[in-house]
């Protein structure tokens, strides 16, 4: 059995941060009327100017983003490949999240001025749903059950019970 959900595709490291619990904010430069879960596809590729920007800004964030993504020094340096391990994580339905409001001025550390405020609440990161993703929010199927492998207040090792159907049942289609 399966379920159609929506769906939004972000790019290595932002969908990993989102759906782990360290970014509770998304940056769009459009707005969306809809609220509710939010399934988060990852791109198929990898932002490594943002893993930059991190080390200088939030050296501890980029730690965590190079232990998940098991970086080492000479990948991140010179050759910007990713562990063959890893690329499950790419082109990937990897987490869910409720997209609880859209703002212009959050105080989140992760807003960017000039920009739409996603706020992102209750993120969870799931077993990869391999997937091709789209531009803008989009619907896609996925199977009725899905199993959650971590979130922030949780060890992302250990894993929860299998979820099943929509926890944002009621909430409208909006956008």
Not at 105 to 113: C, G, M, Q, Y
Not at 128 to 144: N, V
Not at 147 to 163: E, F, P, S
Request: glycine share 6%; aromatic share 10%.
């Amino acid at each position: 059995m399966s379920r159609f959900v929506n769906v939004l595709s972000v790019r290595q490291p932002w969908a990993w941060l989102i759906c782990a619990g360290f970014k509770d904010v998304e940056n769009r430069t459009w707005n969306t009327l809809w609220r509710g879960e939010l399934y988060i596809h990852a791109g198929k590729s990898f932002d490594w100017e943002a893993l930059e920007w991190l080390e200088w800004d939030r050296p501890s964030i980029a730690t965590k983003i190079k232990k998940h993504f098991r970086l080492d020094r000479s990948m991140v340096a010179t050759a910007h490949k990713l562990h063959p391990d890893m690329m499950h994580e790419f082109g990937a339905i990897v987490g869910m999240v409720c997209l609880s409001d859209v703002v212009q001025n959050s105080t989140s550390k992760w807003a960017e001025p000039g920009l739409y405020h996603w706020i992102v609440k209750s993120p969870e990161q799931i077993e990869p749903i391999p997937l091709r993703g789209q531009l803008q929010i989009f619907r896609a199927e996925i199977p009725d059950e899905i199993k959650v492998i971590g979130n922030l207040t949780h060890d992302a090792g250990q894993h929860k019970a299998t979820r099943q159907k929509n926890r944002f049942r009621d909430q409208p289609e909006l956008f």
